[in-house]
């Protein structure tokens, strides 16, 4: 058998697709931190007043959230070296992400997903 050649049209010819992508994934980064920076500034106020959650307790809750989205990209970064590639690893965390905001959305803006007011007790 004689070895075949695969030649390609243009063979010397360097294509660099990431450059064109950059934009897009500049522009979902930027726009994933400003939203997970929006909430965070008012979580602690959340949790507070809708959510009667004692202050130490949403300050834990708030600490927790801030920790995992910082550490969450570490992981991310090795599924997408090993296993999914770069762009199907930021499609399923900017779904994610997209999922995570508007469920807070909706408990913010749909009453009944509020727990119920704490009663006082009054001493006589």
Do not use: Q, W
């Not at 070296?81 to 997209?98: E, M, N, P, V």
């Amino acid at each position: 058998m004689e070895d075949e050649k695969i030649t390609t049209p243009n063979a010397n010819e360097i294509k660099y697709r990431g450059i064109k992508a950059m934009p897009f994934l500049t522009g979902n980064e930027i726009f994933e931190k400003l939203g997970t920076f929006g909430i965070s500034s008012n979580f602690l106020v959340y949790l507070t007043t809708v959510f009667n959650i004692k202050h130490v307790t949403a300050a834990i809750v708030g600490s927790v959230y801030l920790g995992t989205t910082f550490f969450i990209p570490l992981i991310g970064g090795y599924n997408a070296d090993s296993y999914l590639g770069r762009f199907k690893t930021l499609c399923f965390a900017s779904i994610a992400s997209l999922v995570g905001m508007f469920l807070m959305t909706l408990t913010a803006a749909v009453s009944k997903l509020h727990p119920p007011n704490c009663k006082v007790k009054e001493n006589k």
